[in-house]
Structures are given as C-alpha cells and as structure tokens.
C-alpha cells in the first residue's frame, strides 16, 4: 500500500526574510492558478471558439442541446489544437528552461510571452490596437516587442469578439432563411395558433445534419487562425 502524505499549513511568525518572500510567492502563485481560467481565455482562441459554437446552438434553436459542458468541452481541445505551436514554443523556451534551473521567474515570464504576444498581434485589429493605444496615451509602438500587454490583450479580445459576431451572423443566415419560410407557409394557411419554431426545427436539423454542419463549423474556426 502506497504512503498518503500529509499536507501540514501552518501560520506561525516568519523566521527570517527568506521565509516572507516564500510565503509571498505561494500566495502569488495561489493566485495565478485562480485566474489560470481567466488568463486563458483573455489570451487564446477560446474565446472566438466558444461563442462560434454558442451561435450555432442559438441558430439551430435546440434548447439546451448540446449542453454547456459540452460547448466549453469542445472549444477547450479546439483551442489547445489551434494553439499548439504557441504552447510548444512556451514550453521550450520558458517552460523547460525554468523547470531545469537555467532561469528565473522574471526571464520566463518574458520569454512566454513572447509567442502570446505574437499570436495575439497576428489576431487584433489596428483599429482595435490604436483606440487602446490612444486612451492609454501610449506611444506607437516602433516593434511588436514595444505593445504593451495591457494594451494587447483588451484589443485582442475586443477583435476575437468582432470576429467572433461576423462568423455567427454567417450561422444564422440560413436558418433565419427556414423560419422565415415555415412562418410565412403557417401564415399562409392560416394556422396562427401554432408556433413556427415546433415545424420548423427538425427542417434545421435536418439541413444541418445533411451539410454536417459541426464539420463545417470547426474546419472554419480552424482555419480562421
């Protein structure tokens, strides 16, 4: 039988220097991994990938189908697939590094960020960039290396959301297409009482089974990066 090991906290008076900034480092850190879920969605492709794929649940009008669980699930390997050249060039270059003693927090920090930042420059709009650029009162940068993450990750976002809306707009048209004509048949007939969305989802399932629809959707966001 494999030893359980004991985890001892303990608050007592620090012995010496050394001992506060250790303390201090575990609680930034404590608060890193907090904002792990926030962090990555502010600096990845989550975001335009999650609200893609809420649009086309609100466009087929499926209720709850499929769940949140499953929405997040789905957007989550798709941004780890879209972001995978990111992430190995963090893990070689910072990661690795600073696992194996060879740097400090600080020169791994700036050596991750460095392909975040080009991911995110690659993604944001010069008008995005320049209106967070004019209220900071920042210079223009002279190097990408000069953007300030500050000012990057609010553009970025802003941009991945635009794109994001442009996209599902695309979604809803033709279904809006199929309503429109199952509301104007029911009018036509005279059945008033009845709801248009009742006959007119499966007429969406159906064509978004037969356009395999979930294929089309995640080879757009794919190649959308």
């Known amino acids: 039988m ?12 620090p012995g010496s220097p050394v001992e506060v900034v250790e303390s201090i480092r575990l609680l930034v850190l404590l608060t890193v991994l907090s904002l792990a879920p926030a962090i990555l969605m502010m600096v990845t492709s989550f975001v335009r990938t999650v609200i893609v794929l809420s649009f086309v649940r609100t466009a087929v009008a499926a209720q709850n189908v499929p769940p949140n669980q499953v929405i997040i699930g789905l957007a989550l390997f798709i941004t780890l697939f879209t972001m995978a050249p990111t992430f190995t060039r963090v893990n070689e270059d910072a990661l690795t590094p600073f696992f194996e003693g060879n740097i400090n927090q600080e020169v791994a920090l700036e050596r991750a960020s460095v392909p975040l930042r080009e991911f995110m420059l690659r993604h944001t709009r010069e008008a995005d960039l320049a209106l967070f650029l004019a209220v900071t009162d920042s210079p223009p940068p002279a190097t990408p290396a000069d953007v300030s993450l500050t000012v990057l990750i609010p553009a970025f976002m802003i941009s991945e959301l635009k794109t994001a809306f442009q996209m599902g707009v695309v979604l809803f048209i033709p279904f809006m297409v199929i309503d429109m004509v199952v509301a104007s048949t029911l009018l036509s007939m005279g059945m008033f009482m009845l709801p248009p969305v009742t006959i007119s989802l499966p007429f969406k399932l159906l064509l978004f089974v037969l356009a395999d629809g979930w294929h089309l959707v995640v080879k757009s966001l794919i190649e959308s990066f």
């Open 2 to 13: 494999l030893p359980i090991p004991l985890f001892d906290l303990t608050v007592r008076t």
